[in-house]
C-alpha cells in the first residue's frame, strides 16, 4: 500500500505504539545511540527504503514546569496553541511551542519590559548577526527568562511571541520487507552542558523517543525521499558511506537487497568513535558480509587511535577499486552529518576520481558532476 491511500499524514499523524527501545552504544561509549522499533500496525501507512518517518515530539515537562514557575503561571491559564486551538498554559508549552531556542519576537518583547532589556534590542539589529548567533548558541527559553526576570508577560503575550513545535526527521532504517509492519529506527540521543548554567540541555525529540514516549502512541508520518531509493536495476553495484547515525538508511538497503535478491555488489563504509562501543548493528553488519548480502565492510574508528582516522580516508586507501566499481556504474550515496562529513567525503570522491582515473581537478569534476546528472551520486544530510 502507497503512503497515499492511508488516513495518517504530516496533518494528520498515527499515533504508534514504540515496541523497542534499545541502546546500540556500549557502557563507556561517549554517546547514547538508540535502536527504536515503531509499530505501524492498522494505520495503512507504507515506507519505502530511503524514506524518512516524521515525529512530533513534545517537550520536556521538567522543563515546562521551570517556564511556568519562573512566569509565575499555574499552567491551568486557557490560551491557544500555535494551531489556534485553546488548551491550558501546561498542555500548549509541552506539545506546542518551542522551548529551546529563543525565537526573535521572544527577544523583542523582553527588550521591552527589562532595564536591561537595552542588551537584547542592540543584538537584534542587522549588523549584530553574529553576536546575536552567539548570544543564542546554548540559550533556551528559559535563560532568557531567568537572565531578564523583570520581564513579565500576560499568558496571551507569551504564548504569541513563541515559534511552533516542529516535527523531526529521522532516516527509516528498516525495509519494509523484512520488518513488516515496523519501521526501525537510529538515533543520537542529544544530550549536553552549556558554560553558563549547570542545567543539563536536551534536544527535543531524541531525549522524547528514549524517555518520554506516551503509552497512547508517538504521533510519525512517513516523509517520501524519492531521491534516495536503491537502484532500480539490482544488479548494479551500490557504495554506501554512512557514519554514525548516518548508517540508518544503509542498514535498510542491505535489507531489502537480502529481500529481493539483488545480485549486485554492495560496499558499505562506516565509521564511528570506538569499535569497542559505537560499531553501530555490528553482528547485522557482520552477518551480512559474510553471507554476501553485504559484499564489503569497511569500518574507519577514529578515536581507537592517536590519530582521526575517518571514512574518506578508508575511501582513499581504497581509491583504486572505489574507481574500478564507479566505472562499473556503482550508485554513490552518502548519509549522516552535512556540515563537515558530507564535504570532506565529495572531497575525497573528487581525489579518488583524479588519481585513479589519471584525470586533473577540472575533469574529476566534470566526472563527479555527470554522476550526479545521472542520479548516481545521492545524497540524504542533514
Ligand atoms: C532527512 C533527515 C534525516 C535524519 N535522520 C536522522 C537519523 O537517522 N538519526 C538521527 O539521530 N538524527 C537524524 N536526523 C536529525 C534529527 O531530525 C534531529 O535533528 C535530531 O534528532 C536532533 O533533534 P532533537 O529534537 O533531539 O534536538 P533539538 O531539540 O532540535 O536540538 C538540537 C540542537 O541543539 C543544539 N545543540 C546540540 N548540541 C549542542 C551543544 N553541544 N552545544 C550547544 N547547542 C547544541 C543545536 O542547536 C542543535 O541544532 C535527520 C534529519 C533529517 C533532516
Ligand atoms: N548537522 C548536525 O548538527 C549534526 C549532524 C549529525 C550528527 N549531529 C550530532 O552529533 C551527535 C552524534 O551524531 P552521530 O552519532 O550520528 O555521529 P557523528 O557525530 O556524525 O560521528 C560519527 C563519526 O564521524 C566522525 N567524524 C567527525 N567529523 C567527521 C568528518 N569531517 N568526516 C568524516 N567523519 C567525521 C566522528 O569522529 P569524531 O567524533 O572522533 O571526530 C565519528 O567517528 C548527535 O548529537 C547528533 O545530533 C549533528
Given at each position: 500500500m502507497s503512503t497515499t491511500e492511508s488516513a495518517y499524514s504530516r496533518?494528520?499523524?498515527?499515533?504508534?505504539?514504540?515496541?523497542?527501545?534499545?541502546?546500540?552504544?556500549?557502557?563507556?561509549?561517549n554517546k547514547d545511540t538508540r535502536h527504536f522499533e515503531i509499530s505501524l500496525a492498522g494505520s495503512g501507512?507504507?515506507?519505502?527504503?530511503?524514506?524518512?518517518?516524521?515525529?512530533?515530539?513534545?517537550?520536556?515537562?521538567?522543563?515546562?514546569?521551570?517556564?511556568?514557575?519562573e512566569l509565575g503561571f499555574t499552567g491551568e491559564e486557557q490560551v491557544a496553541t500555535a494551531d489556534g486551538a485553546p488548551a491550558s498554559m501546561?498542555?500548549?508549552?509541552?506539545?506546542?511551542?518551542?522551548?529551546?531556542?529563543?525565537?526573535?519576537?521572544?527577544?523583542?518583547?523582553?527588550?521591552?519590559?527589562?532595564?536591561?532589556?537595552?542588551?537584547?534590542?542592540?543584538?537584534?539589529?542587522?549588523?549584530?548577526?553574529?553576536?546575536?548567533?552567539?548570544?543564542?548558541?546554548?540559550?533556551?527559553?528559559?535563560?532568557?527568562?531567568?537572565?531578564?526576570?523583570a520581564a513579565r508577560f500576560t499568558p496571551e503575550e507569551f504564548v504569541k511571541v513563541?515559534?511552533?513545535?516542529?516535527?523531526?526527521?529521522?532516516?527509516?532504517?528498516?525495509s519494509q520487507k523484512a520488518a513488516g509492519e515496523s519501521v526501525h529506527l537510529t538515533v543520537a540521543v542529544v544530550r549536553y552542558k552549556v558554560?553558563?548554567?549547570?542545567?543539563?540541555?536536551?534536544?527535543?525529540?531524541s531525549t522524547y523517543l528514549a524517555e518520554r514516549t506516551p503509552s497512547s502512541g508517538v504521533p510519525v508520518f512517513v516523509h517520501t525521499a524519492k531521491h534516495f531509493r536503491v537502484p532500480e536495476n539490482p544488479d548494479v553495484p551500490v557504495i554506501m558511506v554512512g557514519p554514525g547515525t548516518g548508517v540508518a538508511p544503509f542498514r535498510a538497503f542491505i535489507q531489502e537487497?537480502?529481500?529481493?535478491?539483488?545480485?549486485?555488489?554492495?560496499?558499505?563504509?562506516?565509521?564511528?568513535?570506538?569499535?569497542?562501543?559505537?560499531?553501530?548493528y555490528r553482528e547485522e553488519f557482520e552477518t551480512a558480509a559474510a553471507e554476501g548480502s553485504l559484499t564489503r565492510l569497511t569500518t574507519a574508528f577514529s578515536r581507537d587511535q592517536a590519530e582521526k582516522i575517518y571514512v574518506q580516508h578508508r575511501m582513499?586507501?581504497?581509491?583504486?577499486?572505489?574507481?574500478?566499481?564507479?566505472?562499473?556504474?556503482?550508485?554513490?550515496?552518502?548519509?549522516?552529518?552535512?556540515?563537515?562529513?558530507a564535504k570532506d567525503v565529495d572531497t575525497a570522491l573528487h581525489t579518488v576520481v583524479e588519481r585513479h582515473g589519471g584525470k586533473t581537478a577540472e575533469q574529476a569534476k566534470e566526472y563527479v558532476d555527470a554522476l550526479k546528472k545521472d542520479k548516481r551520486y545521492r545524497k540524504d544530510v542533514y
Open positions: 496533518k494528520n499523524p498515527f499515533p504508534a505504539p514504540l515496541a523497542v527501545n534499545r541502546k546500540l552504544t556500549a557502557e563507556g561509549s501507512l507504507a515506507y519505502e527504503v530511503g524514506d524518512s518517518l516524521g515525529v512530533f515530539p513534545a517537550n520536556n515537562p521538567g522543563l515546562v514546569d521551570l517556564v511556568l514557575k501546561r498542555e500548549a508549552l509541552t506539545r506546542s511551542y518551542i522551548l529551546t531556542e529563543p525565537s526573535k519576537q521572544l527577544l523583542q518583547a523582553v527588550s521591552g519590559k527589562d532595564s536591561s532589556g537595552a542588551f537584547l534590542a542592540n543584538l537584534l539589529l542587522p549588523e549584530e548577526k553574529a553576536s546575536l548567533e552567539n548570544f543564542l548558541w546554548g540559550r533556551d527559553v528559559l535563560d532568557v527568562l531567568q537572565e531578564f526576570s513563541l515559534r511552533k513545535l516542529q516535527p523531526r526527521l529521522y532516516s527509516i532504517a528498516s558554560e553558563h548554567s549547570s542545567r543539563l540541555r536536551e534536544g527535543v525529540c537487497r537480502k529481500a529481493t535478491g539483488a545480485k549486485g555488489p554492495s560496499w558499505l563504509f562506516f565509521g564511528d568513535q570506538k569499535s569497542a562501543t559505537d560499531f553501530l582513499l586507501e581504497h581509491g583504486a577499486d572505489l574507481f574500478d566499481w564507479l566505472e562499473k556504474g556503482a550508485f554513490f550515496y552518502v548519509c549522516g552529518d552535512a556540515k563537515n562529513m
